[in-house]
Nanobody, 120 residues
Framework: QVQLVESGGGLVQPGGSLRLSCAAS????????MGWYRQASGKERELVAV???????NYADSVKGRFTISRDNAKNTIYLQMNSLKPEDTAVYYC??????????????WGQGTQVTVSS
């Protein structure tokens, strides 16, 4: 089975920084895109940032210039460096990955989520 495990969430003051990590493990042959999503209380889940296997990135307008997504293909891990955090960034952050374990069928897997709270 495949597992995605996030870490690095927590409580931070406005203007502060956090770095999230997400490691994929299990029977994995190849990973395409990996990404970070977030879901605030009472709201729908939304895309934060995504990174392709080649390193191309895309960001939500609300985080451009503040968040940076990166990837270590050797470790099947992605990171989200979050700077200049705002209270509206408070949410549960989820990572996902589109991957295959047989080279033919690709499926999307999700992590369990990590809470990020921005508050003074």
């Amino acid at each position: 089975q495949v597992q995605l495990v996030e870490s690095g969430g927590g409580l931070v003051q406005p203007g502060g920084s956090l770095r999230l990590s997400c490691a994929a493990s299990g029977k994995i042959l190849r990973i395409n895109a990996m990404g970070w999503y977030r879901q605030a209380s009472g709201k729908e889940r939304e895309l934060v940032a995504v990174i392709s296997s080649g390193g191309s990135t895309n960001y939500a307008d609300s985080v451009k210039g503040r968040f940076t997504i990166s990837r270590d293909n050797a470790k099947n891990t992605i990171y989200l460096q979050m700077n200049s955090l705002k209270p509206e960034d408070t949410a549960v952050y989820y990572c996902n990955a589109e991957l295959t374990n047989n080279g033919i069928n690709y499926n999307v897997y999700w992590g369990q989520g990590t809470q990020v709270t921005v508050s003074s």
